[in-house]
């Protein structure tokens, strides 16, 4: 790692060090946590937003049907593919086909 990104990464560590979360300011504080951010809107307190660590996503369990299901090149028939991502073809036939009709383009 460079020397300059090291650096910056520990610069922006030291500014995250000593800022504490909104919980943490009202349980010190002894007010709720909604005082506390209103303390913040009005400028009492100074804030600043928590840069994102991770994001993380949820899946729709109701897209789980369609996730394996390929649309075949040849007859344009929506079959179930063990690899979705590679699978062109519903059958071999078609495959053969299909390969074919693109060779065929090629000359
Ligand atoms: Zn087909």
């Not at 300059?4 to 919980?23: C, I, L, P, T, Y």
């Not at 994102?52 to 593919?81: D, G, Q, Y």
């Amino acid at each position: 790692m460079a020397l300059a990104s090291f650096n910056a990464m520990k610069k922006s560590r030291d500014n995250r060090a000593g800022w504490v979360s909104v919980h943490k300011a009202a349980k010190e504080l002894g007010v709720s946590v909604p005082t506390v951010r209103s303390w913040i809107s009005k400028g009492r307190l100074e804030g600043k937003v928590a840069p994102v660590v991770r994001k993380h996503m949820l899946i729709n369990p109701a897209s789980f049907e369609n996730a394996f299901k390929v649309e075949c090149r040849w007859c344009k028939k929506v079959f179930t593919a063990k690899h979705p991502e590679i699978a062109e073809y519903c059958c071999r036939s078609h495959q053969i086909l299909g390969t074919q009709k693109k060779r065929r383009r090629q000359k």
